[in-house]
Nanobody
Framework: QVHLVESGGGLVQAGDSLRLSCAAS????????MGWFRQAPGKEREFVAG????????DYADSVKGRFTISRDIAKNTVYLQMNSLKPEDTAVYYC??????????????????WGQGTQVTVSS
């Protein structure tokens, strides 16, 4: 099993920044891909960003490109999502996920095997 725990969410004003963290434990050698997804009330869970653990491959949703940055600390088994210039439409529960292979499945929920509990991000206008 792989266990994922998100942290860093909160209530902020439009234009502010937040940094989310996802700590991984367990059988982490299977974590070839780490991704961030988000889900707002009444909407589908959507892809935000993904990173290949070994490096060299990063993808972002168009809605966050230029504002969000995904990174990882190999020594700490932790992936981060730096969120700048936050907008009210960024309000959602943010989830960390891990998958076994890099490819087209990076962008969809069924491409991931393990999920964290989620952390709430609320952006007021």
């Amino acid at each position: 099993q792989v266990h994922l725990v998100e942290s860093g969410g909160g209530l902020v004003q439009a234009g502010d920044s937040l940094r989310l963290s996802c700590a991984a434990s367990g059988r982490t050698l299977s974590n070839a891909v780490m991704g961030w997804f988000r889900q707002a009330p009444g909407k589908e869970r959507e892809f935000v960003a993904g990173i290949r653990w070994s490096g060299g491959s990063i993808d972002y949703a168009d809605s966050v490109k230029g504002r969000f940055t995904i990174s990882r600390d190999i020594a700490k088994n932790t992936v981060y999502l730096q969120m700048n210039s936050l907008k009210p439409e960024d309000t959602a529960v943010y989830y960390c996920a891990s998958g076994a292979a890099w490819g087209p499945t990076v962008f969809v929920t069924h491409g991931y095997d393990y999920w964290g509990q989620g952390t709430q991000v609320t952006v007021s206008s």
